[in-house]
């Protein structure tokens, strides 16, 4: 039996992904902040599939709620309450407009929500993946500020971990909401890729692939935004114009279902390393942003990332990682 842990899996996107998860007969484990949410979600699947879900608590802002959750699952695989993970789906994340606002550890909320809850996340699950498992972190085509859609919301800056972190603290001048969310959702395609080449270099089979779903208004990501521009953004017209101009636009369904099939179809197993993109209902791997691929930048990105979590939480992360 294959079994999935997907943050983020109750709602949005990963709700379409947990949804087709479990109509191909996976068991989940559902990772969130509302356990009553999570719940229904649980009943709903549990009904339909026949599948196993388990609930567990989870902000992906808060390294020790991250800590705390990995620490539960670890009980659970000892008891034999759940199987090994044979994919972990990093998909919840958030953008957060209006004041710059910072975690219960400190950093910026959206650099710890998209990207330092997720390294975390991933280094302490490792004791739990199945040899083949597939570790997949949703990330935006927002990350490149060449892009239309980069431009669109404001374009990454540097991936400077040490930096990013501390966003408007001690005089700095803030970034505007929408550069912090393209600058995170680039570390998390940069984490990916050095990720990659340490399993890759420790012999290890796992596997990891960043993952654009487009632009899906309907899932509420723009929640925070005027009410004009949500209403805006879910018309027909405004996907038109997003086409027309070179935006990458997807719908809840086909970017929830594409995350499930990176995540357990036998077509993907072999992937690793990679950037997809699901765009007006095709599934491929395309190139991210150039800065992306960029060795030096990502290795820096990794090791400062290590520190702020190390910092923070000392002892979380494994030594030889």
């Known amino acids: 039996m294959t079994t999935v842990l997907i943050t983020g899996g109750h709602s949005g996107i990963g709700l379409a992904a947990s949804r087709e998860l479990a109509r191909a007969g996976a068991d989940l484990v559902l990772a969130g902040r509302s356990p009553e949410r999570m719940q229904q979600v649980a009943d709903e699947l549990t009904a339909d599939h026949g599948v196993t879900v388990a609930l567990l608590r989870?902000?992906?802002s808060s390294l020790a709620s991250v800590r705390e959750a990995a620490a539960e699952l670890g009980r659970w695989r000892e008891t034999g309450a759940i199987a090994e993970l044979d994919a972990v789906l990093c998909n919840a994340g958030g953008r957060y407009d209006g004041e710059v606002g910072y975690s219960t550890e400190g950093y910026e909320l959206t650099f710890a929500t998209n990207h330092l809850g997720n390294v975390l996340l991933v280094d302490l699950l490792r004791p739990h993946l199945s040899a083949m498992a597939r570790v997949i972190v949703t990330a935006s085509g927002t990350h490149d500020p060449e892009s239309v859609d980069g431009r669109l919301v404001g374009a990454a800056v540097e991936p400077d971990a040490a930096v990013l972190a501390h966003i408007g603290r001690d005089g700095a001048a803030p970034l505007s909401a929408g550069k912090r969310y393209s600058t995170s959702k680039m570390c998390a395609v940069m984490y990916i890729y050095e990720l990659d080449r340490r399993l890759r270099a420790e012999g290890s089979d796992v596997h990891a692939i960043a993952f654009d779903p487009g632009q899906v208004p309907e899932t509420g990501f723009l929640r925070d935004m005027p009410r004009i521009v949500q209403r805006v953004a879910t018309t027909s017209l405004f996907g038109w114009i997003s086409k027309r101009i070179g935006g990458v636009v997807s719908d809840v369904g086909f970017s929830g279902g594409s995350l499930a099939r990176l995540a357990i179809a036998p077509g993907y197993a072999d992937r690793t390393g990679e950037y997809f993109q699901a765009n007006d209902g095709v599934l491929s791997?395309?190139?991210?942003?150039?800065?992306?691929?960029?060795?030096?930048?990502?290795?820096?990105?990794?090791?400062?990332?290590?520190?702020?979590?190390?910092?923070a939480v000392p002892g979380a992360m494994a030594p030889t990682r």
């Not at 820096?300 to 290590?306: E, G, I, P």
């Open 58 to 60: 989870l902000d992906t």
């Open 285 to 311: 791997a395309v190139r991210s942003a150039t800065l992306t691929y960029d060795r030096r930048r990502a290795a820096k990105l990794w090791d400062d990332s290590v520190d702020l979590i190390e910092q």
